[in-house]
């Protein structure tokens, strides 16, 4: 007999057997990584201590329950309950057809408040970006503009796929529009996305400094030029602002 572990079936099972699994020991640690104390990103949150591999294992049993029930997982109180239906949720897009992809994005833009932590972002988020790639990205704008702080990272983190391609005005532009931001997480994502322009093409990232490195956050101008020679970091941060 094999030894392979069985589908999960139902929303039901796939959080019985994460929370079967579950670590206090962990679980502590986590509550202190993702900043889940009172009046930080993540006030409030849940952890059962588990390990990104531990959530990815059980993902991988779960990939053919249908999305009422990713929607359920969604709505759990567990950290890596969420974690597992996003992870489903990447899983069924890569071998979905359009109709099913539409589906998925859809469910994904309903619970965006449920996406509530940076992991949780920067795990799933490339559902949206090969979504848009060949379609209006409108949606990524308004999202920029969110209330939401988990929204503006999905906004542009999501560029990453475009990026990729080489395709970078989006990726620009929105982080223009967050340039301004008051989280530390956003100064992060943004300069990370343009560290990402300028692993392909460091002439227009520093394009974009040269515009606009008086306003940056100091936190993502030096994520943004860490890749940059020695010299042209300590250049860039010596500039008078």
């Known amino acids: ?45 849940k952890f059962l201590g588990l390990t990104v591999p531990q959530v990815r294992a059980v993902a991988k049993r779960s990939l053919a329950l249908g999305l009422i029930d990713v929607g359920r997982l969604l709505d759990s109180p567990w950290h890596e309950v969420r974690l597992c239906a996003l992870q489903i949720l990447v899983g069924k897009f890569r071998r979905a057809g359009e109709e099913e992809r539409r589906d998925i994005v859809g469910l994904y833009l309903k619970n965006t408040a449920r996406i509530n932590n940076w992991d949780l972002v920067d795990l799933s988020v490339s559902i949206l970006g090969e979504w848009f790639a060949d379609k209006d990205r409108a949606v990524l704008y308004e999202m920029a503009r969110s209330q939401l702080l988990w929204e503006r990272r999905m906004a542009m983190v999501g560029t990453l ?81």
């Not at 020991?25 to 509550?31: G, P, S």
């Open 1 to 45: 007999m094999s030894d392979k572990p069985l589908p999960l079936a139902d929303a039901a099972s796939v959080e019985a057997v994460l929370i079967s699994q579950k670590n206090a020991k962990q679980a502590e640690h986590h509550l202190r990584f993702f900043k889940t104390a009172p009046g930080e990103y993540g006030a409030g949150d």
């Open 161 to 241: 796929t475009f990026i990729k391609k080489g395709d970078f005005a989006d990726a620009l532009a929105i982080a223009e529009m967050l340039l301004s931001d008051s989280a530390d997480l956003m100064h992060k994502a943004v300069g990370w996305m343009l560290r990402e322009v300028g692993k392909k093409d460091a002439d227009v990232l520093r394009e974009f400094l040269a515009r606009h490195y008086r306003q940056m956050p100091r936190t993502a101008l030096r994520y943004a030029i860490e890749r940059f020679p020695d010299d042209e970091r300590r250049a860039w941060l010596l500039k008078p602002r």
